[in-house]
Each structure stands twice: as structure tokens, then as C-alpha cells.
């Protein structure tokens, strides 16, 4: 069982996009990466089963996070208050994702 002090042995280098400090003695589960958050408002529905005017607005935060024990970076989007909204990914995922988007979003008119 490991104690709950910060072991600085087994981080890895801080990432450049990291702009979150590691201070000595925080709780190994605290200790991560994270990048700067980019905040913005999607607006969600159900096309399928609810009109068009059912749809809501609502912040999510999208950022980069990596343990620092880790070499895994995963790409997070969650709602800013609550969990309505909750993706966290790898970035090869993310890639796959965001190329499926693209292709979608590029196929609608506008």
C-alpha cells in the first residue's frame, strides 16, 4: 500500500500544454495534467424524439488531462455544472472523432 505523500520519483515530465502546478504532498489521485480549458456553449437535443425548440444551451469545458504518472493523454468534454454532458477519450479517439465530424458537419448545408 503506498503512502499518500506525493512520490516525485515516479512522474514523468511535465507536458507543455500543463498548466497546473504540482506541489509536494497533494494526494497522489490529485496528481495530474491539465491544460488550459477551452470553455464554450453546444446546444443539445433529441431530433429523433423531442421538436426542435426542446433543444438547450449549456457550457462545456474541453480540456487535455494525463496522470503524471502516465504517458496517456485523454481529451475531456464535460458540462461545466452537472454531468450531462461527460466524454473523456484518448486522443486517437478524439483524432477518430474529430475527423467523423468534419466529414459530417462539411456533408449539411448550411
Request: net charge negative.
Amino acid at each position: 500500500m503506498k503512502d499518500h505523500i506525493d512520490d516525485i520519483s515516479e512522474h514523468r515530465p511535465c507536458p507543455p500544454w500543463c498548466g497546473r502546478e504540482h506541489p509536494p504532498g497533494r494526494h497522489p489521485d490529485d496528481q495530474h495534467h491539465t491544460s488550459a480549458p477551452r470553455r464554450l456553449v453546444v446546444v443539445t437535443g433529441d431530433p429523433a424524439l423531442d421538436p426542435d425548440d426542446l433543444a438547450v444551451a449549456g457550457a462545456v469545458v474541453a480540456r487535455l488531462v494525463r496522470r503524471t504518472t502516465s504517458d496517456m493523454t485523454w481529451l475531456e468534454v464535460v458540462s461545466e455544472e452537472g454531468r450531462a454532458i461527460r466524454m473523456v477519450t484518448t486522443l486517437d479517439s478524439a483524432r477518430r472523432l474529430l475527423a467523423a465530424l468534419e466529414a459530417l458537419v462539411s456533408a449539411a448545408p448550411t
